[in-house]
């Protein structure tokens, strides 16, 4: 009964879980069409008719509006299957691997004590596609209720998924044969060689010594292509003075096991640091959203002029746009086909905000430098030559608004305009550049996970990122 009652309580809470993280996913662009809303309404609705501050309301509501609907749309898709389906079909491709290498080794007749783990590891991959949402009649009811609570928008679950698969690979070299784990060993061989791997020689030297215990010799057996080395217990060029037929110990095999351990744990660790890296690129592109809106409202509820707000629209426009194309240019694209889980539109959101807000802080700092500096004019006035001794003196004609404004009177609305300062367009694409260049040190970190990954990727497909 009680159990009966709190299903609509975790359904609702499940729910909840899911808008609140599809919300999140799409805040960065909520926000940066919240503000190009809140300029619109600005400048269509007449002030006087209607006020800025009712125009502004009108806004937040339509934007506020379409951001849960959104949201809402969003979160029916926080399924495994649809949240990422890149990784959902890797998943399935390395599960459907798993499942045959199982029923290899229960072709074989093992014996009883492999048959239990065999039935363990069978358990282990009908949860791991039940966690899928793959209807199983075998699969635990836990299991199949597990799918529903993970936050799959978040990507959380794919990795726990992978974990698992990969606990069931390692473990299967334990009842392995002796052709299978030859070819295991000599994957994890070459997965190893110029890899990122902390330790990665001294794995490779445990694999050297399990492939001489098995009665081969190392130093020709890792030359032979993929492919080849279940061929290579035929070959007598292979061998060494020992018998061919050696059965796998139990020394050789955990350190085998071991081996497999160390890899699949780097990789995900490192799948790791990506979903983390997305999680604080959109955390930061959110805040510095929330405080630019802020301020843009702060702004036009003192009835800034139409004129200085498309100005300053364009400058921000000018310097994301001027931002993104560089990001573009400087990203290598070692690493692109690995799947980052949505980092990537994450890192370009980050670039529209602080390429945007660099223009416009940009062009406000130089003037009001340049007017420091020169503590008189901003630009010169232009020199007059005397006037002729014959001549009476004539009154000076006034020096131009922008020519002759101080470093005192320079007003914010003379900044943000087309006439007075036509060179701050210049400005905001030169200060747009300036975010990306901070921002490609947390590329370059990002490009060494994706390398890390791919020092360490099959061409068989084992890796998530294949």
Sequence with gaps: MTRASNRPARAFGHGLTRLTAAAGMIAPVVILLAALVAIGAYLAFDQQALGSGRALLLAAAAIAVAWLASALLLSTRGRPDTATPRAYLNLLNLGAEVEDAITRIEAAHPAEADRVVIARMRDQLT??????????????????????????????????????????????????????????????????????????????????????????????????????????????????????????????????????????????????????????????????????????????????????????????????????????????????????????????????????????????????????????????????????????PSTSTPAPTALASSANNVRLESVFSFEEYPLAIVLAAIFGLSPTLLLKRLEDATTRLKLDIKSIESSEGASPSS
Aim: with cysteine.
């Design 127 to 392: 949860a791991v596609r039940a966690v899928l949402g793959i209807e199983d009649a075998a699969a635990s009811p836990e299991a199949l209720a597990l799918s529903d609570r993970v936050d799959w928008l978040r990507s959380a679950g794919y990795n726990e998924c992978y974990k698992r698969l990969h606990s069931i690979q390692a473990d299967l070299i334990l009842i392995c044969g002796r052709a299978e784990l030859l070819a295991g060993v000599h994957e994890d061989y070459l997965a190893l060689t110029d890899s990122r791997v902390p330790g990665a020689d001294t794995l490779q030297y445990k694999l050297e010594r399990s492939v001489a215990d098995l009665g081969l010799d190392p130093a020709t057996f890792f030359t032979r292509p993929k492919g080849t080395v279940t061929a290579a217990a035929d070959d007598p060029t292979t061998h060494i003075e020992k018998p061919v037929d050696i059965p796998p110990s139990e020394d050789v095999r955990f350190r085998v096991r071991s081996v497999r351990i160390a890899l699949d744990a780097f990789r995900d660790r490192t799948f790791e640091g990506l979903i983390h890296q997305r999680d604080r690129a959109r955390a930061s592109t959110s805040a510095a959203g929330a405080i630019l809106y802020v301020v843009l409202v702060w702004t036009l509820l003192f009835d800034i002029k139409h004129e200085t707000l498309l100005y300053a629209a364009v400058l921000f426009a000018i310097g994301a746009t001027v931002g993104v194309f560089a990001r573009l240019l400087i990203q290598s694209e070692v690493g692109s086909d690995v799947e980052d889980y949505g980092l990537y539109m994450a890192r370009v959101a980050q670039t529209v905000v602080a390429s945007g807000v660099a223009a416009l802080l940009g062009v406000v700092i130089t003037v009001y430098g340049v007017a420091a500096i020169n503590n008189s004019d901003v630009v010169p006035a232009p020199a007059t030559s005397p006037a002729p001794a014959a001549t009476a």
